[in-house]
């Protein structure tokens, strides 16, 4: 009895096997990647905090964005040894902004879009040289010029008149955070409305 259970369990086994083998139903999963001693530390001047002090209700645009501040703010990355990398901008209000492309502030006790926060950047330096700003909207397959740090978007630098990351030990960007209010007529203004914006520069190493 038990020699006719183990030919049935391989006679199964065989049967089962068989069809694989000849329709090559199969597929290799591989995974890759690299282990790095390289480190970038980003950080930002004036602690990454601008205040745009108190707006008066009357002074916005019923039908048109305000901007309400342009405020100067620098962005460093200061890395173990030259390496290319980017910065992802994560939209820390997500689906409060005004606008598709840039970071929200916050929305009304109404659930109004309050606006959104630019940064836009003015000069950039990497290693002590010029260099342009570039942009990646498909995770780093292809690269364009850009003059502004965007929401889901990646931003790296290139040398001047080509569109290829560069290895940066240490990369130094000044900004200008310009800050829009939404159109008056969109908002609920009987009260005070606390402007909230909060976004974060992922490091993202190519």
């Known amino acids: 009895m038990i020699k006719k259970y183990f030919a049935a369990l391989s006679a199964t086994a065989l049967i089962g096997v ?3 083998a000849v329709a090559a139903s199969s597929i290799d999963l591989t995974v890759t990647g690299l282990i790095t001693p390289r480190a970038c530390t ?3 001047s004036d602690g990454g905090t ?3 002090g108190q707006v008066q209700a ?3 645009n019923l039908t048109s964005d305000t901007i309400v501040g342009s405020h100067p703010i620098q962005l460093t990355v200061a ?4 390496t290319p990398f980017a910065l992802n901008g994560i939209d820390n209000k997500a689906g409060t902004s005004s606008s598709n492309l840039y970071f929200g502030l916050g929305l009304t006790s109404n659930n109004e879009k309050i606006g959104y926060f630019t940064p836009s950047i003015q ?4 290693d002590g040289q010029p260099v342009h700003s570039i942009r990646s909207t498909d995770n780093g397959a292809s690269w364009t010029r ?5 929401k889901d978007n990646l931003t790296s630098v290139s040398a001047v008149g080509t569109l290829t990351p560069i290895s ?8 200008m955070i310009y800050t829009f209010i939404a159109r008056a007529d969109s908002l609920t203004l009987t009260d005070d409305v606390t402007i909230d914006g909060s976004a974060t520069f992922e490091m993202k190493y190519l």
């Open 18 to 20: 068989a069809p694989y």
């Open 42 to 44: 980003p950080s930002l």
């Open 50 to 52: 601008v205040d745009v």
């Open 58 to 60: 009357k002074d916005l």
């Open 79 to 82: 890395c173990d040894a030259s």
């Open 123 to 126: 000069s950039a330096l990497a």
């Open 146 to 150: 850009i003059y502004q740090i965007l």
């Open 168 to 175: 940066v030990k240490d990369l130094t960007m000044e900004l």
